[in-house]
C-alpha cells in the first residue's frame, strides 16, 4: 500500500503532456528562467534601459539636416534673387545641409551617458533578482513535495501497521479469543490511519500544484518530481557566521549592487539638472543654395537652368553660438532640488536593502539551525516512539493495555515521524539557501 497514494494522483493528473519525463530540482529552475512571463517582462525592462543607454551615446554626435523648398508665387512675393517683391507668378526655391555640434553644455551628455549605464547596471541586477527569487520560491516548492510525499509515506506504513492489525483482529475474533468491542476499537483505529493518509494525499496534491503554478505549466498534464537519494545531514553551512555569509552575499547577490548602481544613476542624474546652470557653446555649420525662376543669367544668356543656378548661388557657413542662462523661474532649481530628494531616498533604499538582507540572513541562519537541533531531538524521539509503539502493540495484543493507551503510542510514532521529516527538509532547504548566499548554485546534484 506505501506510495499508492502517490500513484493515485499521477494518474489524476493524466497521461499526456510531461508523462514521459521526471523533473529534477534544476530541470524546474531552468524551464522557468526560459518561460516564466515575469521574467520576461523584466527582460524587456533592462532591454528599454539598454536602448536608453545606446541612444545617450549617440546623442553626443553632431545633427545632420537635410532641407529643401519649392515655392509656387502668385501675387506679390519677394524674389530672393533680386530681394525685391514682384506682382506676378514665378516659382523659385532652395535646398541645404545643417549641422549642429554641441562642444559644452556643463557636462550634460557625459554624465547622462553615465546615468543611463548605471540605470541599464540595476536593471540587469533586478533582472538577475528576479531569477533568483523565482528559483528560491521554486526549491521551496519542490521541498514541500519532497516533505509531503515522506509525510504520505509514514502514514501509509502507519495504515500497514493497523491493517494487519485489524487482519488478527478478525482472525481472533473468530476463534473467540477478543471481544467484538476489542475488534471494533482497531477498525477505528484503522479507519483513523486511512484518514491521515486522505489528508496527506490532500495534501501532496496541493503541493503538487502550487509548483505547477510557479512553473506556469498546464495542470492537466501529468508532472513528477524526482525524489532524490537520502539527504546527508550535515552542519559545515552553520559553521559560517552570519557576518561572513553576509559579506558573501554582497558579492554574490544582485540586491545590494542593484541598489547601488540605482543610487549611482539618481546621482548623475542630479549632475545632468546642475549642468543645466552651465553656459552652452555649439558649432555650427551650413550649406544653402537657391534657385528662382526670374532670376538672371550673368553671362546674358537668355538660359538659366535650375542646376546652373545651384552651383552658382552655393553659400557655406561655419559658426559658433554661445548660450547663457540668466533667468528661468526657478525651473533648474527646483529640478535639483527634487533630483537631490531622489539622491536621498536612493541612499535610503540602498541602507534599507543592506539592512533587509543581512536580515534575512540572520534569520536564514537561525531557522536551519533550529532545524538542525530539532532534527536531532526528532532523530532520538522516533527511536523511542518506535520501541514504545512496538512494546505497545505487544502489550495490547497481549490484554494487557488498553485501546486507549496503545493509540497514545501510535499516535506519538506518527508525530515523532512527522516532526523528524519537517525538520529534516527545513534544514536542507535553508542549508541550501545559505549555500546559494555563498555563491553556490541552487540545486540537489
Not at 60 to 73: C, E, Q, T
Not at 303 to 322: E, V
Amino acid at each position: 500500500m506505501r506510495f499508492t497514494g502517490i500513484l493515485l494522483i499521477f494518474l489524476a493528473l493524466g497521461s499526456t503532456g510531461y508523462a514521459q519525463k521526471l523533473w529534477t530540482l534544476e530541470d524546474c529552475i531552468e524551464y522557468a528562467m526560459e518561460n516564466n512571463i515575469q521574467l520576461k517582462r523584466q527582460r524587456l525592462v533592462s532591454e528599454t534601459a539598454r536602448n536608453n543607454y545606446n541612444h545617450s551615446r549617440i546623442n553626443i554626435l553632431p545633427s545632420l539636416v537635410g532641407f529643401a523648398n519649392h515655392d509656387f508665387n502668385s501675387g506679390r512675393a519677394l524674389n530672393y534673387d533680386t530681394y525685391q517683391w514682384e506682382n506676378r507668378e514665378f516659382q523659385q526655391g532652395n535646398l541645404g545641409l545643417e549641422s549642429r555640434l554641441n562642444i559644452f553644455s556643463g557636462f550634460q551628455n557625459h554624465n547622462s551617458i553615465q546615468q543611463q549605464r548605471f540605470m541599464l547596471l540595476a536593471t540587469l541586477e533586478e533582472v538577475e533578482r528576479t531569477m533568483n527569487d523565482i528559483s528560491l520560491n521554486i526549491s521551496a516548492a519542490y521541498f514541500q513535495i519532497l516533505l509531503n510525499m515522506e509525510l504520505l509515506e509514514i502514514a501509509e506504513n502507519q495504515l500497514e501497521v493497523s491493517t494487519l492489525e485489524v487482519e488478527s483482529a478478525k482472525i481472533n475474533f473468530n476463534v473467540g479469543n477478543i471481544s467484538r468491542g476489542r475488534l471494533l476499537e482497531i477498525e477505528s483505529q484503522m479507519a483513523s490511519d486511512e484518514y491521515q493518509v486522505t489528508l496527506a494525499l490532500n495534501a501532496l496534491s496541493q503541493s503538487y500544484l502550487n509548483l505547477i503554478q510557479i512553473l506556469q505549466l498546464d495542470p492537466g498534464n501529468d508532472f513528477r518530481i524526482v525524489r532524490p537519494e537520502i539527504f546527508e545531514i550535515r552542519e559545515s553551512v552553520l559553521l559560517y557566521p552570519v557576518s561572513n555569509i553576509y559579506d558573501e552575499a554582497q558579492v554574490n547577490l544582485p540586491q545590494v549592487r542593484g541598489a547601488e548602481y540605482f543610487l549611482q544613476s539618481r546621482e548623475r542624474e542630479l549632475s545632468v539638472i546642475r549642468g543645466q546652470h552651465s553656459p552652452r557653446l555649439a558649432l555650427r555649420g551650413l550649406y544653402y543654395s537657391r534657385y528662382s525662376q526670374l532670376a538672371v543669367n550673368p553671362l546674358n544668356t537668355a538660359d538659366y537652368p535650375y542646376t546652373t543656378q545651384i552651383k552658382d548661388n552655393q553659400y557655406g557657413q561655419l559658426g559658433l553660438s554661445l548660450t547663457i542662462p540668466i533667468f528661468s523661474g526657478w525651473n533648474v532649481r527646483n529640478r535639483v532640488s527634487n533630483a537631490q530628494i531622489s539622491v536621498m531616498d536612493a541612499r535610503y533604499q540602498l541602507d534599507e536593502t543592506r539592512q533587509n538582507l543581512y536580515s534575512e540572513i540572520h534569520q536564514m541562519h537561525n531557522n536551519a539551525t533550529n532545524a538542525y537541533t530539532r532534527h536531532k531531538s526528532a532523530d532520538k524521539a522516533v527511536l523511542y516512539a518506535q520501541q514504545t509503539s512496538e512494546y505497545a502493540q505487544e502489550q495490547f495484543r497481549l490484554g494487557l493495555i488498553n485501546f486507549v493507551d496503545y493509540q497514545h503510542a501510535q499516535t506519538s510514532l506518527f508525530r515523532a515521524q512527522s516532526n523528524r521529516a519537517q525538520a529534516k527538509y527545513e534544514y536542507f532547504l535553508r542549508s541550501m539557501i545559505l549555500d546559494f548566499y555563498l555563491g553556490e548554485p541552487l540545486g540537489l546534484e
